[in-house]
């Protein structure tokens, strides 16, 4: 660990965590409220992540944010002080990345162009490639070979979303992430009002437009020239004016960090963030943010690391813990490197290795992640479910430095892992190289209980491993309630729509006949015993045993807790207990 890191590293507070959106039980974020005051409910969570629709957004269901302030119709300031009466610490998204096409900053960019107080808020792509590509007829630059096949992508193409400027010239801005321009239907009443345009040239134009928009998405330079000379009543002002007055963009687009205004709103973001309450920031896309011509732009060195120490003397000012969120091979060590500069980690790795634990009968992989974490002294949230997919990425090896450094899993575990989700309803999602074809399965979108095949008994042993493990327990609410696959909304799902098989909306009458379902009502008695006992603040050891057993204590001066478990049967009892008497909470044979 750096020096630096050693002065700033801050210890996450105990408890488990729930985890939603405002509005996945019931209507907002006061009916969750509701929920958390129900006798079932009582000392089971101290702390809540509450997912970026709590803020102004559009895509991705929240992290496509418009701004950060609260959004109306799903939270209020009432909400807030009302889960501060309870105990409960709040934790928060920043996306660091990237904001919305409907953010007032891409607005003001969209309606003034180069006058445009935020003209460096966002990466001018061709700017940026400038010195590093070539340009191409289409307007924008690409960048040469040794540079575009280090490029790590999140979608199939180069990055970029056209715009075009009110002065008429074409831009082109980085977008790693999702984009789509729409356009209203292009009509004749849009050109009528030009001196000298009769209705049926203006039908005409109307049509020869709306044919190249279908065709190219957009109208390109040489397009205005050809639409220009078959009609000489119009300009290229008129044609600008009506095209854009029709279209509407949907999407992502990155923030320029070399700005200063960039920064100046990531400082006016946490201290928004502070203000309601929040205690924990998780830092979305962090490892998108530093970008530069020869690297990867996913987690340079040193330039991302450069980013962080200066968002941490931020948040250190609003008394924030902030920690960055990453989907990497375990291979690639980078969870270890975030660890030794004094940050939390998010334990992607858990979620599959309980999954192969139980489907495998064989406690190895998992212990060595115990171990390390351990002997690393790593800070961890960990989960088994959550908003978005079961991480298939982060459990493989890596080629590191013409090192091969093995995963958690092997290729054939992983791939086994993997398949067994799949064939239990999941969807993948996968990576992409820089000339559009798939390199890797990224993750599984499944929920939980299906990704076990449904079996009640098989998450209530994960939901009691995840209890006994280092770290804060998180907790999705859809596992709680051993949610299955929702195919439909996955179906209807418009951007990132797979994912919608595991953001299920529970109204309050599948909460009231879940409250009554044994495997419910037995994942809150552990979530209890997880949350109030003194036993995990002490000292956790893994106690040696056959590979189908898992035994792990924990020991505290005032009290101990222990589970048994077999992984081939899947049978299991949990005890608690203080220094003199040890009792069965609950058993399962």
């Given at each position: ?150 490029l790590f992508m999140r979608k199939p193409g180069l990055p970029i979303l056209k715009i075009r400027f009110p002065d008429g010239s074409l831009q082109t801005y ?135 120490k200066r968002l941490r003397q931020i948040a250190r000012k609003y008394q924030l813990i902030i920690f960055p969120e990453i989907h990497a091979e375990y291979g ?258």
């Amino acid at each position: 660990m750096s020096k630096d890191a050693e002065s700033v590293t801050q210890t996450l507070p105990r408890g488990v965590m729930l985890n939603a959106y405002p509005d996945s039980i019931g209507k907002d974020l006061s009916d969750i409220i509701e929920f958390l005051k129900r006798p079932e409910l009582k000392d089971t969570f101290s702390l809540f992540y509450i997912l970026p629709t709590f803020f102004h957004s559009d895509l991705d269901r929240g992290f496509s944010i418009i701004d950060y302030d609260l959004n109306e119709e799903l939270v209020s300031t009432q909400d807030l002080d009302d889960l501060d009466k309870l105990g409960i610490q709040v934790k928060l998204d920043m996306v660091l990345n990237h904001l919305s096409v409907r953010c007032p900053q891409f607005v003001d960019l969209l309606q003034k162009g180069k006058d445009s107080h935020y003209r460096d808020f966002f990466i001018d792509w061709n700017e940026f490639w400038e010195d590093h590509g070539s340009m191409r007829e289409s307007d924008h630059i690409v960048p040469h070979d040794e540079h575009l096949q280090k490029l790590f992508m999140r979608k199939p193409g180069l990055p970029i979303l056209k715009i075009r400027f009110p002065d008429g010239s074409l831009q082109t801005y980085w977008n790693t992430f999702y984009q789509k321009v729409e356009f209203d239907e292009i009509s004749a009443q849009d050109f009528a009002h030009i001196k000298g345009m009769d209705l049926e040239g203006a039908s005409d134009i109307a049509n020869k437009i709306k044919i190249v928009i279908k065709d190219k998405g957009m109208l390109e330079s040489c397009d205005l020239d050809d639409i220009l000379k078959f009609n000489g009543n119009l300009s290229k002002d008129d044609v600008i004016a009506a095209v854009c007055h029709k279209r509407e963009f949907l999407g992502q687009m990155d923030l320029n960090a070399r700005s200063e205004k960039v920064w100046e709103f990531y400082d006016d973001t946490l201290r928004k963030l502070s203000e309601y309450g929040a205690k924990i920031i998780r830092l979305d896309a962090f490892a998108y943010l530093h970008k530069e011509p020869g690297q990867s732009n996913f987690f340079n060195r040193p330039g991302t690391w450069d980013y962080l120490k200066r968002l941490r003397q931020i948040a250190r000012k609003y008394q924030l813990i902030i920690f960055p969120e990453i989907h990497a091979e375990y291979g690639a060590g980078i969870h270890e490197e975030i660890s030794r500069e004094g940050y939390p980690i998010y334990d992607f790795f858990f979620p599959g290795l309980v999954i192969n634990a139980l489907e495998s009968g064989n406690n190895a992989a998992l212990l060595r992640w115990i171990s390390d974490i351990q002997t690393r002294g790593l800070q961890t949230i960990n989960m088994l479910g959550c908003h978005d997919g079961i991480p298939i990425l982060d459990l493989k090896g890596k080629q590191v430095d013409g090192e091969y450094r093995p995963g958690l899993l092997d290729d054939i575990q992983v791939e086994a892992t993997m398949q067994a989700i799949i064939e239990r309803g999941g969807l993948t999602k996968n990576l992409f190289g820089a000339d559009g074809k798939k390199i890797d399965y990224y993750q599984v979108n499944a929920t939980f209980f299906s990704a076990l095949g449904e079996d009640e008994q098989k998450l209530r042993l994960a939901r009691a491993v995840q209890m006994f493990m280092p770290g804060i327990p998180q907790v999705w609410y859809l596992d709680l309630f051993a949610g299955t696959n929702d195919y439909a909304a996955a179906e209807r799902g418009r951007t990132a729509g797979h994912k919608e098989i595991n953001r299920t909306t529970l109204k309050q009458i599948d909460i009231e006949m879940g409250l009554e379902r044994a495997v419910v009502l037995d994942q809150l008695e552990l979530i209890r015993l997880r949350n109030v006992s003194p036993a995990f603040n002490g000292e956790m050891k893994v106690i040696a045993s056959e590979p189908h057993i898992l035994h792990i204590a924990w020991q505290h001066p005032r009290a101990s807790a222990r589970l048994l478990a077999n992984l081939l049967d899947h049978s299991f009892t949990v005890y608690q207990g203080d220094a003199n008497n040890e009792e069965v909470l609950m058993s399962f044979e």
